[in-house]
């Protein structure tokens, strides 16, 4: 079919506990799709990954039908993982909330190069670096 | 000191139960992480990123613009005015820490009030009961129409897959399907729907006289939502539908629809020929106006010839016959 694009835009959700309430149902009514629809396939599609925050990317048509597809968890989310930690530092400049490995880093950048807008992995390590230096987690190593 | 939430009334939202406040900042695509990160901390439920993105290939395909900024927003339920200054006043001050760590400028933390609504319906606004032609009508499935004794109605619950009768290319093949109708030939017709997204066109012909449909996909969610679709119209007897495209290895048929695209009309013309008996009509839908020519000389190479045409604002739909014989 001649699916004419309206809108894309991403929503970073919960994994399998999506809800019609913002940002979901401000998002997504204005351009009058089913939101039902989405967040019903949405948590069936990421049931398997609880606990983590997985964005969506949709596409909406002319004709308000859409389509979404899953890209890989933010790496704020990564990153506190690979620290061991529940929460980045409120002070990042005077606080160290965690430590991650420059090897860690480079792990982090290799699964986020789909969505990343750099050329090669040392230039998604700089951007992983200044998410984590943003969040109070110290590289190391 | 001004900040974000000057100018709102957080009590009096507070009181009223019924509000969210939104928080909004402009982020470079690299900062847009952790941003949303700084955001989800005050607004726990997640948040959307707008990227910037212009469309290509004649609006079927769209192109992050990663230079510009993208609009990141989060969302808070105002239950006390206290706990929302406190968690604004945070995220504000981690987000003015943002630049010391290397990421590119962000814009200013915005603030709005957002009065609650009924998300899980609210969308249904868009989506009336459409009437196609002279007799086709379109029917949400939520929604009551008033029968008139000629009326061809379709039950529709739209979603993922496109074809929910707002589009013209859409409105356009079902015109065509009535007039072919009215001339008698869609009774007792064998129809061939390539690309059939909700089903809408399989759907409308069986109501128009068709005596079987294949309908094909090579989307697996179109094709579940085209049985789906059938189902509710109480044709899942007469509508067969599965994962395919063109030529489909069981024709010839009567009739075949194809509301795709024009250069996936070109590129499946030899397909969609194979499918067509001789003497048999082809609906070729979803076409560009500035795209017409090369359909019509793609299909002209299969001996197929221009019978009649539909348009719709830039849209045009083709009539095409193959000759008898």
């Given at each position: 079919?001649?699916?004419?694009?309206?809108?894309?835009?991403?929503?970073?959700?919960?994994?399998?506990?999506?809800?019609?309430?913002?940002?979901?149902?401000?998002?997504?009514?204005?351009?009058?799709?089913?939101?039902?629809?989405?967040?019903?396939?949405?948590n069936?599609?990421?049931?398997?990954?609880?606990?983590?925050?997985?964005?969506?990317q949709?596409?909406v048509?002319?004709?308000?039908?859409?389509?979404?597809?899953?890209?890989?968890?933010?790496?704020?989310?990564?990153?506190?993982?690979?620290?061991?930690?529940?929460?980045?530092?409120?002070?990042?400049?005077?606080?160290?909330?965690?430590?991650?490995?420059?090897?860690?880093?480079?792990?982090?950048?290799?699964?986020?190069?789909?969505?990343?807008?750099?050329?090669?992995?040392?230039?998604?390590?700089?951007?992983?670096?200044?998410?984590?230096?943003?969040?109070g987690?110290?590289?190391?190593? | 000191?001004?900040?974000?939430?000057?100018?709102?009334?957080?009590?009096?939202?507070?009181?009223?139960?019924?509000?969210?406040?939104?928080?909004?900042?402009?982020?470079?695509?690299?900062?847009?992480?952790?941003?949303?990160?700084?955001?989800?901390?005050?607004?726990?439920?997640?948040?959307?990123?707008?990227?910037?993105?212009?469309?290509?290939?004649?609006?079927?395909?769209?192109?992050?613009?990663?230079?510009?900024?993208?609009?990141?927003?989060?969302?808070?339920?105002?239950?006390?005015?206290?706990?929302?200054?406190?968690?604004?006043?945070?995220?504000?001050?981690?987000?003015g820490?943002?630049q010391?760590?290397?990421?590119?400028?962000?814009?200013?933390?915005?603030?709005?009030?957002?009065?609650?609504?009924?998300?899980?319906?609210?969308?249904?606004?868009?989506?009336?009961?459409?009437?196609?032609?002279?007799?086709?009508?379109?029917?949400?499935?939520?929604?009551?129409?008033?029968?008139?004794?000629?009326?061809?109605?379709?039950?529709?619950?739209?979603?993922?897959?496109?074809?929910?009768?707002?589009?013209?290319?859409?409105?356009?093949?079902?015109?065509?399907?009535?007039?072919?109708a009215?001339?008698?030939?869609?009774?007792?017709?064998?129809?061939?729907?390539?690309?059939?997204?909700?089903?809408?066109?399989?759907?409308?012909?069986?109501?128009?006289?068709?005596?079987?449909?294949?309908?094909?996909?090579?989307?697996?969610?179109?094709?579940?939502?085209?049985?789906?679709?059938?189902?509710?119209?109480r044709?899942?007897?007469?509508?067969?539908?599965r994962?395919?495209?063109?030529?489909?290895?069981?024709?010839?048929?009567?009739?075949?629809?194809?509301?795709?695209?024009?250069?996936?009309?070109?590129?499946?013309?030899?397909?969609?020929?194979?499918?067509?008996?001789?003497?048999?009509?082809?609906?070729?839908?979803?076409?560009?106006?500035?795209?017409?020519?090369?359909?019509?000389?793609?299909?002209?190479?299969?001996?197929?010839?221009?019978?009649?045409?539909?348009?719709?604002?830039?849209?045009?739909?083709?009539?095409?016959?193959?000759?008898?014989?």
């Amino acid at each position: 079919m001649a699916k004419k694009i309206r809108i894309v835009l991403t929503l970073q959700l919960p994994a399998g506990k999506a809800t019609p309430a913002p940002p979901v149902g401000t998002a997504l009514g204005p351009h009058g799709i089913n939101i039902v629809e989405f967040t019903k396939s949405y948590n069936e599609k990421t049931a398997d990954k609880l606990g983590q925050v997985i964005p969506a990317q949709i596409t909406v048509f002319e004709d308000r039908s859409f389509t979404f597809v899953l890209k890989t968890p933010p790496a704020p989310d990564l990153l506190r993982k690979a620290a061991g930690i529940d929460k980045g530092s409120q002070t990042p400049k005077r606080a160290v909330a965690g430590r991650v490995t420059r090897d860690q880093v480079r792990a982090i950048a290799e699964q986020k190069m789909p969505d990343l807008n750099v050329n090669d992995v040392e230039a998604g390590m700089k951007v992983i670096e200044g998410t984590a230096r943003s969040m109070g987690i110290e590289v190391v190593g | 000191m001004s900040g974000p939430l000057d100018g709102l009334d957080l009590a009096g939202a507070a009181a009223a139960k019924d509000a969210w406040l939104e928080l909004s900042v402009a982020a470079d695509h690299e900062a847009v992480e952790a941003v949303s990160e700084i955001l989800s901390r005050a607004a726990p439920g997640g948040t959307s990123v707008e990227p910037a993105f212009e469309l290509v290939e004649d609006g079927l395909a769209a192109r992050l613009d990663l230079a510009r900024p993208a609009l990141v927003r989060a969302y808070l339920p105002v239950r006390s005015p206290e706990a929302v200054r406190s968690a604004v006043a945070q995220a504000d001050r981690e987000l003015g820490h943002l630049q010391a760590f290397g990421l590119r400028p962000i814009g200013d933390l915005g603030a709005r009030l957002v009065r609650e609504a009924d998300w899980a319906n609210a969308w249904k606004v868009h989506f009336p009961v459409l009437r196609v032609g002279r007799r086709i009508v379109i029917r949400p499935t939520w929604r009551r129409h008033r029968r008139q004794p000629d009326d061809v109605v379709l039950a529709l619950d739209p979603g993922m897959a496109f074809g929910t009768g707002l589009h013209p290319t859409t409105r356009l093949c079902l015109a065509a399907l009535e007039a072919l109708a009215d001339r008698g030939a869609l009774d007792g017709a064998r129809v061939l729907d390539v690309g059939s997204g909700s089903g809408i066109l399989s759907i409308g012909a069986a109501r128009l006289g068709a005596a079987s449909v294949l309908a094909v996909d090579v989307d697996p969610i179109a094709v579940e939502a085209s049985a789906a679709n059938a189902r509710r119209n109480r044709l899942a007897r007469r509508i067969r539908v599965r994962e395919g495209s063109a030529p489909s290895g069981e024709g010839p048929f009567d009739v075949v629809l194809a509301n795709l695209i024009a250069s996936l009309l070109v590129t499946l013309a030899d397909g969609l020929a194979e499918d067509l008996r001789p003497g048999g009509t082809l609906l070729a839908s979803g076409i560009f106006a500035n795209r017409e020519a090369e359909v019509v000389a793609a299909l002209g190479r299969r001996g197929l010839s221009i019978a009649r045409r539909w348009t719709e604002g830039d849209w045009v739909a083709l009539e095409a016959v193959r000759p008898p014989g």
